[in-house]
C-alpha cells in the first residue's frame, strides 16, 4: 500500500512512552464516570485511549466486577457461543536472538535443536488432522539455519497433506518480522493470518530483554505490521508478552498500535493476543517475571481488551490452566489453541524429543477440551468460511461491524463442528454435541438463516463435508 506511512513512522513512532505510562498515573474513576464509560462501550463502538487507561485504573472489586460484567455482555452481542480452535505446529527451535524468557534463545545450550524436514512435517500435519484440527499456526524460531524459503517450504507441505477427506484449511503464521518484499512471497502462500508480538512496548524494557541478535532492534519489530500491510497481508495479529512490563501500559499500547493501523491502512488487527510469561527451561527469567501479572489483573485486561476494540478476535494459548481459560470464554477471549506442544516433531509420537519453548498450563487433548466446551454451552469452531470467501482485511471488519457476521458465523461454526463430531468424536461426546447444535441452531441462528441453517445440519449427518 503506501510506504509513505512506514516512513514517517521512523521520524515519529506511534508508542510514546512517557505519555502512556503519564496516562496511567491519576486516581481511579468515580462510580458514576465508570457507568458513563461502559454505557459507551455497551453501544459497541469501542473506547478512546484515555477511557482505557481510565478502565485500567479501577481497583476496587466493585469496579472490576462491572468492567467483566459489561466485557462478557459485549462478548454474548458479537461472538454469541462460539470459540474458534487451532493448534500450534513448531517447525524448528533453532533461534540467533537471545530473548532472555524463551526456551529456544541461543545460549540456551541444553537445548535440543531441531528443524523438522518436509517428511517430519507431513506427519505432525497427519497426527494434527487425525485428532480432527483445521486451523494452524505456524512457527519457528528466528535463525540463518532455517530461511524463509524453508519456512514456505513447510507451509506448502502442510496444505498438502491428507488423510482421508480431511485437509488443512487455513494456516496462520507467526515468525520474526519480514521485509515489505518478503510478506509479498509470503501472501502468495495463502496464509490467513500474520502475528507477531511486540513482547513489550516500552522501549526501555524490550533493550534489556532482547540483548542480541535481529530482534533486539526495538523499531524494526514495532513497525513489522506496517511493512506486512505494505506486501499486502490482509489480516495481522498483535501482542504482548505480559510480565515483561506493567500490565497496563502493555495494553495502552496495544490499543495504540491497533488505532495506528486502523489509522493507516483502514483496518486494525484482526487478533490480539494475550500470552502470559511462563516457565521455560533455560530461560530463568521466565520463572520471575518482573512486572507479574496475577489472575485477578488478567482477567481484568482481557476485559478492558475486549471492551476497547469488540470486533477484535482475542487469542489465549495453552499456557493458562484449565480453569482461568474457561473464566475469560466469559469475559472476550473469542480464539483458543487445544491440543498444544511447543516442541517441534511433538504431535508425532514416533519423533525423538526435542526442545520445548516454554511449559504448558492446559495438558488436555484437543477432545478433552471440546467436551468441557460443550458442557459450558460453547461451540467449538474449526470455521474457515470468511477466509476461503474472501472475508477479510477491512472488508471482514465492514461485515462485522454492522453485526452481519452473524449471521454467517454462527451456522458455519455449527457445520464445522457437526463434521467434527461426525468425523472423530466418541459416541457421548457426539451425542451431547448434537444436543447443543439442535438446540442454538433453533434458538440462537437468526430466523432468517435457521431452516437453510437446519437443511445443511441434514446433509452433514448424510456424509456431506465442507459445507460453509
Ligand atoms: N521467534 C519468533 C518471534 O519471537 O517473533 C516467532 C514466535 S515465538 C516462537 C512465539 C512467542 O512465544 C513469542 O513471540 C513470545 O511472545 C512467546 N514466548 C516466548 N517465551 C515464552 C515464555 N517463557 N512464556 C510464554 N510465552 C513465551
Ligand atoms: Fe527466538 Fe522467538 Fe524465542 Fe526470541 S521468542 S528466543 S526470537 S524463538
New binding site residues.
Given amino acids: 500500500m503506501n510506504s509513505v506511512v512506514s516512513r514517517s513512522l521512523v521520524e515519529k513512532p506511534f508508542i510514546d512512552r512517557d505519555k502512556l505510562y503519564g496516562l496511567l498515573d491519576a486516581h481511579e474513576p468515580s462510580p458514576v464516570r465508570l457507568g458513563e464509560l461502559l454505557d459507551k462501550a455497551l453501544k459497541l463502538g469501542g473506547l478512546e485511549l484515555s477511557e482505557v487507561a481510565e478502565l485500567l485504573r479501577v481497583e476496587s472489586s466493585e469496579g472490576i466486577r462491572r468492567i467483566m460484567e459489561a466485557a462478557r455482555l459485549v462478548k454474548q452481542e458479537i461472538y454469541g457461543k462460539r470459540l474458534v480452535l487451532f493448534a500450534p505446529l513448531?517447525v524448528a527451535n533453532y533461534?540467533d536472538?537471545n530473548?532472555v524468557?524463551?526456551?529456544?534463545r541461543k545460549a540456551n545450550s541444553s537445548l535440543n535443536r531441531v528443524a523438522l524436514n518436509l517428511g517430519e512435517v507431513r506427519q505432525e500435519v497427519e497426527a494434527l488432522l487425525r485428532q480432527g484440527h483445521k486451523r494452524l499456526l505456524m512457527?519457528?524460531?528466528?535463525s540463518e539455519k532455517t530461511t524463509l524459503d524453508y519456512f514456505i517450504e513447510t507451509i506448502r507441505t502442510a496444505y498438502s497433506v491428507r488423510v482421508g477427506e480431511q485437509n488443512i484449511r487455513r494456516i496462520n503464521v507467526?515468525?520474526?518480522?519480514l521485509t515489505v518484499e518478503d510478506f509479498a512471497r509470503l501472501k502468495k502462500e495463502n496464509i490467513g493470518t500474520y502475528a507477531?508480538?511486540q513482547?513489550t512496548y516500552d522501549p526501555v524494557a524490550y533493550k534489556k530483554f532482547h540483548p542480541s541478535g535481529p530482534?533486539s532492534d526495538y523499531e524494526w519489530r514495532l513497525l513489522v505490521m506496517d511493512r506486512a500491510m505494505e506486501g499486502c497481508i490482509d489480516d495481522v495479529g498483535i501482542?504482548a508478552?505480559f510480565g515483561l512490563a506493567d500490565y497496563r501500559f502493555e495494553v495502552l499500547a496495544l490499543i495504540e498500535h491497533a488505532r495506528h493501523l486502523e489509522a493507516a491502512f483502514g483496518c486494525g488487527p484482526h487478533t490480539v493476543s494475550v500470552?502470559?510469561?511462563?516457565?521455560?527451561e533455560g530461560?530463568p527469567l521466565?520463572s520471575r517475571p518482573p512486572h507479574p501479572v496475577s489472575d485477578e489483573d488478567f482477567k481484568k485486561l482481557v476485559a478492558v481488551i475486549r471492551l476497547a476494540l469488540p470486533y477484535t478476535g482475542i487469542i489465549l494459548s495453552t499456557?493458562e490452566s484449565e480453569e482461568l481459560r474457561n473464566e475469560l470464554f466469559n469475559y472476550g477471549v473469542s480464539q483458543i489453541s487445544a491440543g498444544s506442544r511447543t516442541n517441534p516433531g511433538a504431535y508425532d509420537e514416533d519423533h525423538p524429543e526435542s526442545g520445548a519453548?516454554?511449559s504448558l498450563g492446559d495438558h488436555r487433548s484437543l477432545e478433552e477440551v471440546i467436551s468441557c466446551l460443550i458442557d459450558q454451552g460453547y461451540v467449538p469452531s474449526f470455521c474457515t468460511g470468511c477466509y476461503r470467501k474472501g472475508r477479510v482485511g477491512a472488508d471482514f471488519m465492514d461485515l462485522a461491524k454492522p453485526g452481519l457476521i452473524k449471521a454467517y458465523c454462527l451456522p458455519n461454526a455449527l457445520f464445522t463442528f457437526a463434521e467434527y463430531l461426525g468425523d472423530f468424536a466418541s459416541q457421548d461426546v457426539r451425542a451431547r454435541g448434537m444436543a447443543l447444535i439442535r438446540r442454538l441452531a433453533e434458538t440462537e441462528v437468526p430466523e432468517s438463516r435457521r431452516e437453510k441453517t437446519l437443511a445443511e445440519l441434514d446433509s452433514i449427518a448424510a456424509g456431506h463435508r465442507d459445507v460453509y
Fill in positions: 513448531y533461534c536472538n530473548c524468557y524463551c526456551g529456544f512457527l519457528m524460531g528466528e507467526e515468525i520474526a518480522p507477531c508480538f513482547e530482534k501482542g508478552l500470552p502470559r510469561l511462563e516457565p521455560a530461560a521466565a499456557r519453548q516454554f
